[in-house]
């Protein structure tokens, strides 16, 4: 698997591969009206995220030993997911992957 940015390699492997060339392996996506409560949350946590900004939604790529966040779901007010394909493309490319680019007609 080869991961294109603009027609550059910007990573390749399997897709385990090339998710573990990420340091984090979930995300939380919000709007930008809720990013001070969620990083006062992370804080008080003692969460490590990395922060991709799109247009008014902020995604939260949290550090993979984030066991503290993920046992205490529950009381966490924010849905938390397993980053998919799309969210290691994002993280690299800070796009989606339908934003531009090539697309098929029919």
Do not use: W
């Not at 998919?84 to 680019?101: A, I, L, N």
Request: charged residues 30%; contains cysteine.
């Amino acid at each position: 698997l080869y991961l294109l940015d603009e027609g550059k390699i910007i990573a390749s492997g399997t897709v385990d591969q090339v998710k573990e060339t990420i340091p984090e392996s979930y995300v939380i996506k919000v709007h930008n009206n809720e990013r001070r409560n969620l990083e006062n949350a992370f804080f008080a946590l003692n969460i490590g995220f990395e922060l991709r900004v799109s247009g008014t939604v902020c995604n939260y790529y949290i550090k993979k030993d984030a066991r503290d966040i993920l046992n205490r779901r529950e009381e966490f007010e924010y849905p938390i997911y397993k980053m998919d394909f799309e969210d290691v493309y994002f993280y690299y490319t800070s796009r989606y992957s339908h934003e531009g680019g090539y697309q098929s007609e029919g």
